[in-house]
DNA sequence: ATATCATTTTAGATATATTCTGAGTATTTG
DNA sequence: CAAATACTCAGAATATATCTAAAATGATAT
């Protein structure tokens, strides 16, 4: 996605194509790690234009709404996110925190009569476990 | 799970059964919808004997790496908590942030080409949606 | 182009959530 | 019993996220 599409993929979201959002957006993409809220702060703030920390946060939750970026609530840290792109799962590392991308597959909606009245958006499948960085050691820190 | 079970659960996961320990975890059982730190901290206190906030952390968190426990962040918000009993899935409200159980049922595991040297523990699917509560008024808060 | 209005940005203050500190208390072990 | 270990506590400190109010920006209408 080059920097005509991140502008009218912004503006389908009704938002307007800001500098500063744009960065978020285009580093977001960029990147294929799950950057946290401050770390995509230092980075678009090593390129102009500045962008403060309130922007970051307001930038990132826009693009949450118009469901452009994703967002991943990992206990006790800092959430973290990540563009939508392709469709995948997610795998959380028990020890390090550490996000990583799972390949998609679909998953089995629950039975209508286990929702009751409520609206589904969305299914999100959540792998726990050790990284494979994490892993081989067990035992130590 | 009467006093001895709950006691006999927590010194099988390396815990003493503590005056303040057993009141959170009894608590919890006792509950079923999914209360923060802070309304845990305020409902042991409610009764003999005192606990502190610091100690209510960190039993919560000693009980969650024990298995007794499960932890459930969310974007934003403070974590929640239920105790492990049976299995089941969380749907999670868009607007109220409410956590609610869902009726458990088997997803299937990730291939283990896509997992490669990583150890899977378990695997937690999460709606996301609006809860019977917040779903009959979309467009109002 | 000028006025008007809505959106966005900003620095810093504020709020909320969680962890840390270091001293004291309780329990277990030898 | 003494010593080691586990636990608790109040408050301080840190981390994370949101709010505020004023200024800047960009869009739209005249
Ligand atoms: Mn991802
Ligand atoms: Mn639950
Ligand atoms: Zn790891
Ligand atoms: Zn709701």
Redesign the pocket.
């Not at 206990?75 to 959430?79: D, F, M, P, Y």
């Given at each position: 996605m080059d920097a005509a599409e991140i502008k009218k993929a912004?503006e389908a979201g009704?938002?307007?194509?800001?500098?500063?959002?744009?960065a978020v957006m285009a580093f977001l993409m960029a990147q294929n790690s799950h950057p946290?809220?401050?770390e995509i702060f230092a980075a678009v703030n090593r390129v102009d234009?500045?962008?403060?920390?309130?922007?970051?946060?307001?930038?990132?939750?826009?693009l949450v709404q118009a469901g452009l970026v994703r967002?991943v609530?990992a206990?006790?840290?800092?959430?973290r996110f990540d563009a939508t792109g392709m469709r995948h799962h997610h795998f959380i590392c028990d020890r390090c925190g550490g996000v990583e991308d799972v390949e998609w597959y679909a998953v089995p909606k629950p039975a209508s009569r286990a929702l009751g009245k409520r609206v589904l958006r969305e299914c999100e499948l959540i792998f726990r476990g050790l990284c494979a960085k994490c892993a081989p050691r067990p035992a130590s820190r």
């Open positions: 912004l009704g938002l307007r194509c800001t500098p500063q959002r744009y946290t809220a401050a234009p500045r962008s403060s920390r309130a922007t970051t946060y307001n930038n990132l939750r826009d967002e609530a206990e006790g840290r800092a959430a």
